[in-house]
Each structure stands twice: as structure tokens, then as C-alpha cells.
């Protein structure tokens, strides 16, 4: 299946926003694990989360795209949507850890580590918020139209990065050219704490987000009696209803309608009928993919 410039272009922009995770994750790590900073250790931990599920996002996003996934009934918007809960679940379990940390940092002081390599982390985070901020663009211009649910999750969670790397970057900045090692630590703890915050509030948001449709999630009533409207007004069309399945994948409402036609008419009036129908459905449901499967009278006997 050919790819969209559409498609392209969100698969460029999302593979992109990974690769600049990617440079800087290297220099966090070294810096946060040498300086013991709980705020260069967030950033690195968050940051090493959101790239492994970020690659899988990539990864679900080329096969819906390449139509790779066609073993699903009802679309892939479950399969784009479970992504984005495992980047919920990465973000609690990060926030926890990180939370611990700075508890534990503040209970009992580390020893002290020196200034430099916080400078460094400071200067390395300012230069992670440019990254972030020309990813978070990339991101939103490709996707900005909410048509991909894994576009929609990763620019929800690259926002989310780039507010959290602005005040990390204050926070490890102020930690490092305080002379105070008790300021410093609380300043460092601080900007720790606010990336568990945000952590927790993407999660949350993915979560409401995600869980619903996970748990396969079936048609509000008055969605379920515009169909049977439709069907209502084409009775003297079709011989008999086989069966209505319908249910809500992701931002997707798929709707497939079996009728019953005689033998005996022509296949081109049996498929003009079954058109109108689902035509006359997506008028009720702009937002419904819907299809309508016409059998022969005596096979739904």
C-alpha cells in the first residue's frame, strides 16, 4: 500500500523528534549519573522512557500506515492506542522512581558532587529545550490535524517534554551557581519533583485517554438509533437484516451492516442499494467508517 505525503511527512517528523532524543540522552546520562542532580537523572529517565515507547509508536504508526495490521475487524485505532497507554504506564513507573529519589535525597543528603558537571548538565538541558522545541513543531505541524492517534499522543507528550526541559533547565542552573549545598540540593530536588508532576498529569491524560477504548467500547444509544433510522428508511430496499456490528476503535466508529437481498436481483441493484445505505449512515455519523455486506435471502435462514 503506497504511503501518503501525509503519512510521510508525520512518520519524518515523529522519526526525527526520536533521533534528537537520541543525541542528547548520551551527555544526560553521563552528566546525571557523575553529578548525582535528581533533575538531570529525571530528564535522562524520562527521556530514555518516551524514546523506547516513542520507537514503538513509530514502529505501530509505518504498519497502520503500510496497512501492515490487517488481522483487526474493527481498525487499528486499538493497537495506536495501546501505545500510548504504555507510554502512560512508563511515565508512572519513572515518576515513582524519580519521586523515591528525591524523598530519599532530602531525608538523607548525598554527598556533595561537584558544581561543574551540573554547569554542563544545565547547559546540556538549555540545549535540549531548542531540540525539543523544533520537535514539539515538527510534531504538531505533521499531526496537527488528530487524525493518527499516535500522532496525537506524541505531541500531547513532546509538549508536556518541552515544558518540563525549560524548568528543569532553570532548576539545574540555580542548583549549580548557588554556593548553599542545601539550596542546591532543594533546587535540584525541586526541578525533580516538577518533572514527576508533569509526568503524572501525561499519564492521567493518556490514560482517560486510552483505557476506554481498550476496553472495547461499543456505540452510545443515539448513535445506535441513527443507524436503525437509516435502516428504517431503506426497509423496502433490502429483504432481510442479518446483523449489526458496531463498536468505537480509537477516535474511529466502525459500523457493518449484513443485509439480505433475493437471488434474484441484479448485482449492480444490490450494490447501489448497499451504498446508499452506508452513505446515508456517514451523513448521521460523519465520523463512522461504515460497511454494508449484502448476502443472498436464504443464507441468512
Not at 534528537?20 to 524520562?46: K, P, Y
Not at 548553599?180 to 535540584?188: F, I, L, M, Y
Not at 433475493?262 to 460497511?291: C, Y
Request: charged letters at 15%; aromatic letters at 6%.
Amino acid at each position: 500500500m503506497a504511503v501518503t505525503p501525509v503519512e510521510r511527512s508525520r512518520e519524518r517528523s515523529l522519526l526525527f523528534a526520536l533521533l534528537a532524543d537520541a543525541s542528547i540522552l548520551v551527555v544526560f546520562t553521563v552528566v546525571g549519573v557523575l553529578s548525582g542532580s535528581l533533575s538531570v537523572l529525571a530528564e535522562m529517565l524520562r527521556g530514555v522512557l518516551l524514546m523506547v515507547l516513542g520507537w514503538y509508536s513509530l514502529h505501530v504508526m509505518r504498519q497502520v500506515h503500510r496497512a501492515a495490521l490487517h488481522d483487526y475487524d474493527y481498525g487499528t485505532g486499538k493497537v495506536e492506542q495501546f501505545a500510548n497507554f504504555l507510554v502512560a504506564v512508563g511515565l508512572l513507573i519513572g515518576a515513582a522512581w524519580l519521586l523515591y529519589r528525591g524523598i530519599s535525597n532530602l531525608v538523607t543528603p548525598p554527598p556533595p558532587r561537584p558544581a561543574g558537571l551540573l554547569l554542563i548538565g544545565g547547559l546540556v538541558s538549555a540545549l535540549n529545550v531548542v531540540l525539543n522545541s523544533v520537535a514539539f513543531l515538527a510534531l504538531w505541524r505533521s499531526g496537527r490535524d488528530g487524525a493518527s492517534v499516535v500522532m496525537r499522543g506524541q505531541i500531547r507528550s513532546r509538549m508536556g517534554k518541552l515544558i518540563v526541559s525549560v524548568l528543569v533547565t532553570v532548576a539545574i542552573l540555580v542548583a549549580a551557581s548557588v554556593s548553599d549545598p542545601a539550596v542546591a540540593r532543594h533546587a535540584d530536588v525541586a526541578g525533580g519533583f516538577l518533572v514527576v508532576a508533569v509526568m503524572v498529569v501525561i499519564a492521567a491524560g493518556l490514560f482517560r485517554q486510552t483505557v476506554p477504548d481498550l476496553l472495547d467500547r461499543t456505540l452510545a444509544d443515539a448513535r445506535q438509533a441513527a443507524i436503525n433510522r437509516v435502516l428504517s428508511r431503506f426497509f423496502d430496499r433490502y429483504d432481510a437484516l442479518g446483523g449489526i456490528r458496531s463498536r468505537q476503535s480509537g477516535g474511529r466508529i466502525h459500523v457493518e451492516v449484513t443485509l439480505g437481498f433475493r437471488g434474484d436481483l441484479p448485482f449492480a441493484q444490490v450494490a447501489a442499494t448497499s451504498r446508499e445505505i452506508a452513505a446515508a449512515v456517514e451523513k448521521e455519523m460523519p465520523d463512522a467508517e461504515v460497511v454494508v455486506r449484502p448476502v443472498q435471502h436464504p443464507a441468512l435462514a
